[in-house]
């Protein structure tokens, strides 16, 4: 089965730094998704990336798949207190359908 | 309707009780998923409907998850003799259409019912 493994698990940092977020799957991925996920609430969409090498942004927040698509990484510029939160990657596997499997989550905690 | 509505957001139930969480998907949209999250866990997938037809429910953890969508739009998921170990954010998602979420467009959450079994 698909597995996704995050790194790292939790995240404190000052306001205003620079930090990066890892999902790596152990199989080649179909589509790698960010979520956001603030406590008692449901996951917000981030972004979507499906080519190998491909890279997105919105705002402060960057995501890349690396080329052979087993690797995401999500990096936030000059974090903010509204940036703190659970990141999740959630990915669909190679003919597998249209089922996300997810990552166990990166809790970011941003001291301001 | 504008979003996924989850009802209730929060049930405490004892243990031994039945329990049924309702999910009213985006309007129009053809697929829906249950999701269950432990404390500090990722999302872990337990069923996944397409209209009516259930279509894969190798997620659920026993025999006493039973989830239904009768008319291929709110879906119920029931939990029979709840346990301790059952207590988890159940959340609920929907996606447009049957095909790739990477080639339709994202997979839309609710905010979840939060159960705890005591």
């Known amino acids: 089965s698909q597995e996704l493994e995050q790194s790292p698990q939790s995240l404190i940092v000052q306001e205003g730094k620079n930090l990066t977020i890892n999902c790596t799957s152990s199989?080649?991925?179909?589509?790698l998704y960010w979520y956001k996920q603030k406590y008692g609430e449901g996951l917000i969409f981030l972004m979507m990336?499906?080519?190998?090498?491909e890279e997105k942004s919105h705002e402060k927040i960057t995501a890349k798949l690396d080329e052979k698509k087993q690797q995401s990484s999500l990096h936030i510029t000059a974090s903010q207190p509204s940036h703190a939160g659970i990141y999740l990657c959630?990915?669909?596997?190679?003919?597998?359908?249209?089922?996300?499997?997810f990552g166990g989550g990166t809790r970011l905690m941003v001291k301001p | 309707g504008a979003g996924v509505s989850q009802s209730p957001r929060y049930k405490v139930a004892k243990r031994g009780q039945d329990v049924a969480l309702r999910c009213d998907p985006i309007s129009g949209h053809v697929s829906l998923f249950w999701y269950q999250q432990a404390l500090g866990q990722g999302p872990e997938f337990l069923t996944y409907?397409?209209?009516?037809?259930?279509?894969?429910k190798s997620g659920l953890p026993s025999d006493r998850f039973f989830a239904e969508r009768p008319e291929g739009s709110v879906s119920t998921l029931k939990i029979q003799r709840t346990q301790q170990e059952d207590s988890a954010v159940y959340l609920c998602a929907s996606s447009l259409t049957s095909g790739s979420i990477a080639h339709t467009g994202e997979l839309f959450f609710g905010e979840g019912s939060r159960l705890t079994v005591l």
């Open positions: 990336l499906q080519k190998g090498g």
């Open positions: 409907f397409q209209n009516e037809a259930q279509l894969d």
């Open positions: 199989k080649t991925l179909y589509g």
């Open positions: 959630g990915a669909e596997p190679i003919f597998a359908g249209n089922m996300l499997t």
